[in-house]
């Protein structure tokens, strides 16, 4: 059997095509797809150009597939889920089963291969949902970075500039952030960073960057740096704990999945995750993704069809997603 698998972000846009065993027969890798974030003519523009180049590549594989799930960042708030059906539609036989998603969905399954559970992404932006084993969902936060969006990149370089200009007042300890933050935007005092600060790009982009000196920082035992990442930690488990009593779980651990570049400094995150849950005695799994989000794709289409992959399909088509030429 196979699959059409889309993961559409706001940076990038990734689909393939798709077996069980995990071998792949088309693949793009192309812009990003958030309709929220562009036209929407160059959003049906996109899904249009992927679904042809996949066609041409294996035109006899794409006329066989079976199922499609696109897991895509902002169809839900546009409510544009019949956009991509009926564009998808165009091109596949009236047989294939078609859904479209949130992108947090298939950022779950990259990490429970398929199980219920809830994710916790943390990038530039930071959401919690959950979904159980009806596919039932329930969001906490990402309410958007004026207010809201805790232990994002950008709440993290928030914090990190917020703690140089206490420690530059007196109003705070002294902090190697300081120096790593000047060095980062090019000048010599504390004062000249308003500038940089207050330019012409978004916020999000000049200050989420910023996140990643905490963890440089605070591996070399700066007190400040490692209390941005506690405060972090808390803000995660107030989220995710709202999550989990928000909705029904069937017996044993929920996997939690950390999504996001925040997470790629998993060591500063799952043992204190892992002390709030077990102060106050909840079945909380935290774990890291084993795939890309497209990998979870992949699982989503063939988990709608009923189908059951093996135990070697992980291993395969991580092997074969970067043989396969995009």
């Not at 169809?75 to 949130?102: G, P, W």
């Amino acid at each position: 059997m196979y699959v059409l698998a889309i993961d559409g972000g706001g940076t990038k846009t990734s689909a393939v095509i798709c077996d069980e065993q995990g071998n792949i027969y088309a693949k793009v890798v192309t812009n990003r797809s958030n309709p929220t974030a562009m036209d929407v003519q160059y959003f049906k523009s996109t899904i249009h150009d992927i679904l042809q180049n996949l066609q041409q590549q294996n035109p006899q594989v794409f006329a066989a597939i079976d199922s499609c799930f696109a897991g895509m960042a902002g169809v839900k708030e546009l409510q544009a889920e019949e956009v991509v059906v009926s564009i998808v539609r165009q091109y596949v036989d009236k047989t294939v089963a078609i859904f479209v998603d949130n992108d947090a969905l298939i950022a779950l399954y990259a990490g429970t291969l398929g199980k219920a559970g809830i994710v916790q992404i943390a990038g530039t932006g930071a959401i919690t949902m959950g979904y159980d084993s009806e596919q039932h969902f329930h969001r906490v936060g990402g309410w958007g970075y004026l207010f809201d969006d805790e232990g994002s990149g950008y709440d993290l370089g928030v914090q990190v500039l917020k703690t140089i200009f206490q420690s530059y007042d007196g109003r705070g300890d002294s902090t190697a952030l300081t120096d790593v933050v000047l060095r980062y935007f090019s000048v010599e005092n504390v004062p000249q960073l308003i500038e940089c600060i207050y330019g012409a790009e978004h916020p999000r982009t000049v200050m989420a960057p910023l996140s990643k000196y905490v963890f440089d920082v605070a591996e070399k035992g700066d007190h400040a740096a490692i209390s941005i990442i506690e405060d972090a930690c808390k803000k995660y488990y107030v989220a995710i704990k709202a999550c989990y009593f928000h909705m029904a779980w069937e017996q044993g651990n929920v996997p939690v999945v950390l999504v996001g570049g925040v997470f790629n400094n998993e060591a500063f995150f799952i043992p204190k995750l892992q002390q709030f849950t077990q102060a106050d005695e909840l079945p909380l799994q935290f774990l890291t993704p084993v795939l890309q989000p497209i990998g979870g794709a992949v699982i989503a289409a063939f988990k709608q069809i009923n189908v059951q992959l093996g135990s070697d399909f992980v291993e395969a088509f991580l092997k074969n997603y970067e043989q396969v030429g995009s």
